[in-house]
């Protein structure tokens, strides 16, 4: 599903031989670097990282590694890919299995103010709360954001700035393919999107991998309108592959207003509330 040859070839086109120290030359017909030159720029042989392209060495060591790294522009995320696809014929990681335990769902459920969310590397949602569920307007169970965001058809319009999204996302799942090589779910629904969707396969041909911790998410909901949301990224201990991702609104913004519109609404994501008798 992802593999070292691939994400070689990938970042080798990107590198500028000019940044690289190469001069310009009218009769080169290759996109980046050749392959010659990121050996010679990394001090390794031709044919060593001939074989690293094609698949054909195995456990190249953390020098080379680094020195590839340097040569390609690797950044942090890309430098942590890379060596863990490099280390994939020697370990394998299992895919998580994903259990929630019942305290976190309580933990969940005490989050009232602001969309909450439990997903697993696949980016499955496994649990939310109410106001999570009211944001997507459809029942959280058996939802796959990535589903959701390339093939469910109108479904788009939610994401306000969706061509940023389907970046993240396709990221994030190349980012997982490279941990969890031999999750045979996550592999039906890399297929499956790409089958589905074009610009998926456009995106995943790239190789480019990100990591998800935080960062502005925009949406554009049906009844309450703009929500500028900022998102954090929990992850959860004991190596369960599993987020807690939580959209807040900052203080005195819009959104704010937005969310507690969104907290009136009835529970099919239509009709307000009425607001609770005050006691005394």
């Given at each position: 599903m992802d593999d070292l040859a691939g994400f070689l070839r990938t970042r080798r086109s990107r590198v500028?031989?000019?940044a690289a120290g190469i001069p310009a030359d009218s009769r080169r017909r290759v996109e980046g670097l050749r392959r010659e030159e990121v050996a010679h720029l990394s001090g390794v042989s031709v044919d060593y990282y001939v074989r690293?392209?094609?698949g054909r060495a195995t456990q190249p060591s953390e020098q080379v590694l680094d020195a590839l790294a340097r040569v390609l522009g690797l950044?942090?995320?890309e430098r942590e890919h890379l060596d863990r696809l490099a280390r994939q014929r020697r370990r394998r990681a299992k895919a998580p299995g994903g259990r929630i335990r019942p305290e976190l769902l309580r933990v969940l459920d005490l989050v009232t103010d602001a969309p909450a969310l439990i997903m697993n590397h696949r980016l499955d949602v496994l649990a939310g709360n109410r106001l999570a569920g009211l944001l997507y307007g459809r029942?959280?169970?058996?939802?796959?954001?990535?589903r959701h965001l390339f093939l469910d058809e109108g479904e788009c319009g939610l994401y306000a700035d969706w061509e940023n999204c389907t970046l993240d996302v396709v990221g994030h799942l190349r980012l997982a393919a490279g941990k969890y090589p031999e999750d045979t779910h996550l592999a039906s629904l890399v297929g499956e999107l790409a089958m589905?969707?074009?610009?998926?396969r456009r995106l995943w041909a790239r190789a480019d991998v990100r990591?998800?911790?935080h960062g502005r998410?925009?949406?554009r909901h049906p009844l309450v309108g703009p929500l500028n949301l900022h998102q954090e990224n929990f992850a959860?201990?004991?190596?369960?592959?599993?987020?807690?991702?939580v959209l807040s609104a900052a203080p005195g913004d819009p959104a704010e207003d937005g969310l507690r519109l969104l907290a009136g609404l009835d529970g099919d994501g239509v009709t307000p509330r009425r607001p609770s008798p005050r006691r005394g």
């Open positions: 500028d031989p000019a690293l392209e094609q950044d942090e995320t029942p959280l169970q058996g939802l796959n954001v990535a589905g969707s074009e610009r998926f990591a998800r911790t998410k925009a949406y959860l201990p004991d190596e369960s592959g599993l987020e807690l991702l």
